[in-house]
């Protein structure tokens, strides 16, 4: 493989001073080519696949696409966006560990994995990301989104061929994390945590236990504090719309897998849930309020604002949620 130029990474807000590949993120006026999973990404349909990475590493073996373009970018720091710049810039010791980088890909945009080397792939630099766990100085995390983009890209980029090599030596950025994937997937096998699919809704309910508490985990880089950590359940389901319900801790979320352009196995198009959120609203005897994040999120949420616990049955919950799935009208696509 013989590529037109060497392509190196420029931060977004100095690369759309020039003609410029985006990876990952949005086109700007300087793009002459986009490699992105992304809704309308523009990026030619022989390139398309379900991760950035997946897409960049067909780039790579398709020479009718190479681009004499030196400067690639990306506009958000993800691990997919990460990984992908770095198969651009570095595609000789990239093209050497392929098979791990798409399962990494996956692991950091839609919490699924082959390998659990993969998942502390992207566990690793969920945690440098992190400023309050990463071991990055204090001035890689400025205040302002894009620039702070711009450090991680720039320190991070160089570190992902060690980190795949030798991901073991990492294990005290992931080890926090996949302690908690263990717990919830021991959680799952026991019977403690219960699956239950709603094939004709593409729903699955995971019922958690009452006295679980929330821990710290990361989807998109991005702090969360979960029940269950999504990798266990996304692992164990095709389903692309979840529930889950705690005692009467109730939530709905959609996988990211339904915003992207998805080629293999594409999930049904998301319904708008801002009506069924109104008549939650409604059924609640204690005054709390229901949201719906709206369908163009990237993973948008049914759930309550003022209050942790609901007054509605969780069963009639996961009914109403199941019917307005199988009922409404689709209400997003994001394929070119």
Not at 45 to 51: I, V
Not at 216 to 237: D, G, K, S, W, Y
Request: proline residues 6%.
């Amino acid at each position: 493989m013989t590529l037109p130029v060497r392509h190196r990474y420029v931060p977004y807000i100095e690369a759309v001073k020039a003609d410029n590949i985006v990876v990952d993120g949005g086109a700007n006026d300087r793009t002459v080519l986009s490699l992105s999973h992304w809704p309308k990404s523009g990026t030619p349909k022989p390139l398309k696949a379900d991760t950035s990475v997946e897409i960049v590493f067909r780039y790579l073996d398709d020479a009718s696409f190479h681009q004499a373009v030196e400067v690639v970018t990306n506009d958000h720091f993800d691990e997919d966006g990460l990984i992908a710049l770095f198969v651009m810039v570095d595609p000789e010791t990239a093209l050497a560990h392929r098979d791990l980088l798409c399962d990494a890909s996956h692991a950091g945009d839609f919490a699924t994995y082959r390998s659990r080397q993969a998942a502390r792939i992207a566990f690793t630099f969920s945690a440098l990301a992190n400023q309050e766990t990463s071991t990055l100085p204090a001035d890689a995390f400025p205040d302002d989104y894009m620039a702070r983009c711009g450090e991680l890209y720039t320190r991070l980029i160089p570190m992902v061929g060690d980190v795949a090599a030798n991901t073991d030596d990492y294990h005290k950025l992931w080890q926090a994390e996949e302690a908690l994937l263990d717990d919830c997937e021991a959680g799952i096998e026991s019977g403690e945590i219960k699956l239950e699919e709603h094939i004709d809704a593409d729903l699955v309910v995971v019922r958690i236990p009452s006295n679980w508490r929330e821990r710290p985990a990361h989807e998109f880089t991005q702090n969360r504090n979960v029940l269950c950590h999504p990798m266990a359940i996304n692992n164990r389901t095709p389903c692309n719309r979840v529930i889950t319900i705690s005692g009467r801790r109730l939530w709905f979320g959609y996988r990211y897998e339904s915003w992207v352009q998805m080629v293999n196995d594409p999930p049904p198009a998301r319904r708008d849930l801002k009506p069924l959120a109104e008549t939650l609203t409604a059924m609640e005897s204690d005054g709390a309020t229901w949201q719906f994040d709206g369908v163009e999120q990237i993973k948008p949420a049914l759930h309550m604002t003022n209050a942790d616990k609901s007054t509605i049955d969780p069963d009639q919950f996961v009914t109403l949620v199941a019917d307005a799935l199988t009922t409404g009208a689709p209400a997003w696509d994001p394929y070119d």
